[in-house]
T-cell receptor, first 114, second 113 residues
């Protein structure tokens, strides 16, 4: 089992460009989420999904879109990249049924926007 | 929404000493408190967690204590080793299906020889 797979690992974009960060999991977890990590600010929730076809906003959703058409995949889209979106992005998953279960993180995508 | 505060932001201890990291939370409905360790350039990894029906949990050299009345929980690492050097994050959430994990801002632990 690969667990949680994020691609790409690194990306450099120019302001205004769009891109999609991919997250795939093979653990049949219902809950998937995206965090961004900035120095001194911990991990902040961008969007999350409790199952296929259901998504919701987290703490910092502006500038990002998500969709969840399958259990396995939860892509994060930047429609028009801004320098403020330079960050490390982590996808995390956990089984459904309740929040008191460990979340499993991917290796992250390091995104720089010039 | 939930707010989690974590202290200290940096902590330096000598090898063999103990380290303590403290967190407070605001939402009285929170009842699951995991701790994550993140080495440089790596993913956060769960090291220990505690649920609100217990006050303390131990796993070898690490332990977590929870005081629900005061809304604070702490991570204790004994007999620290250089490989314990990392950033540690506390987090909290409730047990709802759509519950969201809220993280503290992290503690950078440095274990010196």
């Amino acid at each position: 089992n690969a667990g949680v797979t994020q691609t790409p690992k690194f990306q450099v974009l120019k302001t205004g460009q769009s891109m999609t960060l991919q997250c795939a999991q093979d653990m049949n977890h219902e809950y998937m989420s995206w965090y961004r990590q900035d120095p001194g600010m911990g991990l902040r929730l961008i969007h999350y999904s409790v199952g296929a076809g259901i998504t919701d906003q987290g703490e910092v959703p502006n500038g990002y879109n998500v969709s969840r058409s399958t259990t396995e995949d939860f892509p994060l889209r930047l429609l028009s990249a801004a320098p403020s979106q330079t960050s490390v992005y982590f996808c995390a998953t956990r089984p459904g049924g309740g929040g008191n279960q460990p979340q499993h993180f991917g290796d992250g995508t390091r995104l720089s926007i010039l | 929404g939930e707010n989690v505060e974590q202290h200290p932001s940096t902590l330096s201890v000598q090898e063999g000493d103990s380290a303590v990291i403290k967190c407070t939370y605001s939402d009285s409905a929170s009842n699951y408190f995991p701790w994550y360790k993140q080495e440089l350039g790596k993913r956060p990894q769960l090291i220990i967690d505690i649920r609100s029906n217990v006050g303390e949990k131990k796993d070898q050299r690490i332990a977590v204590t929870l005081n629900k009345t005061a809304k604070h929980f702490s991570l204790h690492i004994t007999e620290t080793q250089p490989e314990d050097s990392a950033v540690y994050f506390c987090a909290s959430t409730d047990t709802g299906t759509a519950s969201k994990l809220t993280f503290g801002t992290g503690t950078r632990l440095q274990v010196t020889l």
